[in-house]
């Protein structure tokens, strides 16, 4: 019981990194109505800036003081990414206003390749770390349970509480305020909701820079642990079948896709991984998620599809 317990905490905890990823997917369709390609390139952007931030301004500022760095790049990171949501609607989304959805589409991709080769240009293309003080040791929890005890790792439990808590908040921001219904109301039409009076420029700005906040937290995250990288947006990509599962319109699909992936990666990789010769976790997302595409079009949370005629 002691190691399946231990494999369902580690699936809970990276499950619930997949569903930070995917909480910035959910948004920009919700307010877009696209699916938006470029969230990889800017969980990678963001991390990047992240990185570089932290190593020059101790060079240039002479600033030692570890948790002060740390909090001034996470500020300027955060000013890059709110500078990208602008950008991005005053340049391609705002120009692109009840446009067919594959248009949008391609505007993203446009925008993932944009990013990542812009990004490695100004910020480098090495592999940086980001230390922001996350606890690195394993601990052993109910010893006296279990003999030996549940390892957890420290770093992903850490992770994941902030992750769980920053969903939560955002989930409660999109829920209940004038914003999240104006996003609403973007998503269904835009011409209906710019009739009304909702300022379509603004909504799309901010939606993109929430995006871009959940997309620097997941960065500084996975960075901690993987290092910042290129294969970083390949890791975020994770997130795609996660909204598959959950809905592309449903914050709560968001955060249940996230536990059943990283929940199932981590068994199936224990438990069927030996009959089948390993490498389980690398594929499995991918494969329940066209599982679903099959059984359930819409996710688990989705609006149902009704095709008119």
């Given at each position: 019981?002691?190691?399946f317990l231990e494999t369902l905490i580690g699936g809970l905890m990276t499950g619930m990194l997949y569903s930070l990823v995917a909480l910035g997917f959910v948004l920009i369709?919700?307010?877009s109505g696209v699916f938006n390609f470029a969230q990889g390139a800017m969980v990678l952007f963001a991390a990047l800036a992240m990185a570089r931030f932290a190593e020059w301004i101790?060079?240039?500022?002479?600033?030692?003081?570890?948790v002060l760095v740390n909090l001034m790049a996470f500020i300027l990171a955060m000013g890059v990414m709110i500078m990208l949501a602008w950008v991005v609607e005053r340049f391609v989304l705002g120009k692109l206003v009840n446009q067919e959805g594959v248009t949008l589409l391609l505007a993203t991709l446009g925008i993932t390749y944009f990013m990542d080769g812009f990004g490695q240009t100004v910020f480098?293309?090495?592999i940086y770390k980001i230390d922001v003080g996350l606890p690195k040791e394993p601990m052993f929890l109910l010893e006296g349970v279990f003999q030996g005890g549940i390892l957890v790792n420290q770093e992903e439990l850490s992770a994941a509480i902030i992750a769980a808590a920053l969903v939560a908040l955002l989930a409660a921001f999109f829920q209940y305020t004038g914003t999240g219904r104006a996003l609403r109301a973007v998503a269904d039409d835009h011409q209906a909701a710019q009739s009304i009076g909702i300022p379509l420029e603004r909504i799309w700005v901010i939606v993109w820079s929430v995006a871009g906040f959940v997309a620097l937290v997941a960065g500084i995250i996975w960075g901690s642990k993987l290092g910042v990288q290129f294969s970083l947006s390949q890791v975020a990509l994770k997130a795609l079948p996660v909204v598959i599962l959950g809905g592309l319109t449903s914050v709560p699909g968001a955060i249940v896709g996230g536990l059943i992936i990283g929940v199932g990666e981590k068994l199936s990789e224990v438990y069927i991984g030996p009959m089948?010769?390993?490498?389980i976790e690398i594929w499995f997302a991918y494969a329940l998620a066209l599982l679903f595409l099959l059984v359930r079009p819409q996710g688990l949370y989705g609006e149902k599809i009704i095709d008119r005629v």
């Open positions: 019981m002691g190691p369709f919700k307010a101790p060079a240039l500022l002479g600033i030692e003081h570890k480098g293309s090495d089948l010769g390993g490498g």
